[in-house]
């Protein structure tokens, strides 16, 4: 019988971000696939669209309209899933029935005033004033003596629930620190303990040593497809020299990862020729008044596009009973984003 090969053979890997497991089965990437491998295509935007709630100088749903702004804009989400004046309180019928009230606040911020742009197509000098924000607002509600968390993230793209293709994304600030941000502050603080050593130093110096699952990188950050890569094209974007949160990064560190973003995001776009779908957020330090010297910040992209770019991944049947499953390997997933062009396909040809 062969030896075990990481790239043959059925396997669990380990997160030790969360602790859990997930199987690779890259053996069945080898079966033939006869579904569709079409280019989605799709209609070009214009730049403002007059029925876009998001445009500049446009209407939104509780009828406030927004100012011409020329580069970012945050406003206070109008749906808003968590509310600042939540009376305290609690709901306990035995040991099983439980509830807590929960304080919070959530957010909206335009990227760009541009409705046909998204991450992807602008510019390094353009992401920059959206980390500046991301920064300021993490910091700015970080502060408030309700708020122990900030999660910054992005839906992109209809199939991952965005509700508006203008480049967008969401802060939720809240009470309490959030299921994944509790798994992960667990393990870093456990790796902490027992090996004097931050987790993710350690982790992001052994992959940028072997090479394999990096996609890019520059001075200040990395992009890298995790060993424990869930969803198919699945990547950490992480600084190299250790920083808890985003406003702990200074210019330079900002304008590296600005760099880094722009050319993860445009590889993504250019694997199937379509707007790449992803949901995106960071991972901070908790703002809970206490140090956290374990906490390493990175940001998880999690895209569902699979073959093209139609044809997705889903988390059904023994994802959803006994843990997550993927075939095409880490390894495979990193070297074809590496394969990929850093210039957007829409602009080739254009500069
Ligand atoms: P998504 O595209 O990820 O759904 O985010 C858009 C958010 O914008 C969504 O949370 C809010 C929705 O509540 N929104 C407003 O705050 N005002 C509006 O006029 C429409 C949508
Ligand atoms: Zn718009």
């Known amino acids: 019988m062969a030896p075990f090969q990481l790239a043959d053979h059925p396997h669990r890997r380990w997160n030790p971000l969360t602790g859990e497991w997930l199987l690779v089965s890259p053996h069945r990437a080898k079966r033939p696939w006869q579904g569709q491998v079409e280019k989605a295509g799709g209609a070009a935007r214009p730049a403002h669209d007059p029925a876009c709630y998001l445009c500049p100088g446009n209407l939104r749903a509780n009828g406030e309209r927004n100012p011409a702004y020329a580069s970012t804009y945050v406003f206070d989400n109008d749906f808003a899933a968590l509310l600042p004046d939540t009376p305290s309180g609690a709901v306990e019928k035995g040991e099983l029935l439980v509830a807590q009230a929960e304080r919070g606040l959530c957010r909206v911020i335009c990227f760009s005033p541009r409705h046909d ?92 040593a072997a090479g394999e699952r990096i996609v890019c990188a520059n001075e200040h950050f990395v992009a890298l497809v995790p060993f424990w890569a869930v969803w198919p094209f699945e990547a950490m974007v992480l600084p190299r020299a250790h920083a808890a949160s985003l406003p702990a990064l200074g210019t330079d560190a900002r304008r590296g990862l600005a760099d880094i973003l722009q050319r993860l ?87």
């Open 117 to 208: 742009l998204s991450l992807a197509e602008m510019s390094a000098e353009a992401i920059l004033p959206v980390i500046d924000v991301w920064a300021a607002q993490t910091a700015e509600l970080g502060a408030l003596s309700f708020v122990n968390y900030v999660q910054v993230f992005e839906n992109k793209g209809a199939v991952m629930g965005c509700s508006n293709p203008h480049p967008h994304g969401q802060l939720w600030a809240s009470e309490h620190v959030p299921g994944e941000v509790a798994k992960e502050l667990g393990a870093q603080r456990d790796h902490l303990a027992r090996t004097g050593e931050c987790l993710l130093c350690t982790y992001v110096a052994q992959e940028l």
């Open 265 to 351: 995001t445009a590889r993504y776009d250019n694997l199937f020729e379509t707007s790449f779908p992803y949901s995106m957020g960071w991972h901070q330090a908790p703002c809970d008044e206490t140090d956290h010297p374990e906490w390493h910040l990175h940001a998880h992209f999690y895209p569902p596009l699979l073959r093209s770019a139609t044809v997705k991944k889903f988390m059904v049947g023994y994802e959803m009973l006994g843990n997550p499953q993927r075939d095409i390997t880490a390894e495979t997933a990193a070297e074809r984003l590496r394969a990929q062009a850093e210039v957007h396909y829409s602009l080739v040809g254009a500069r």
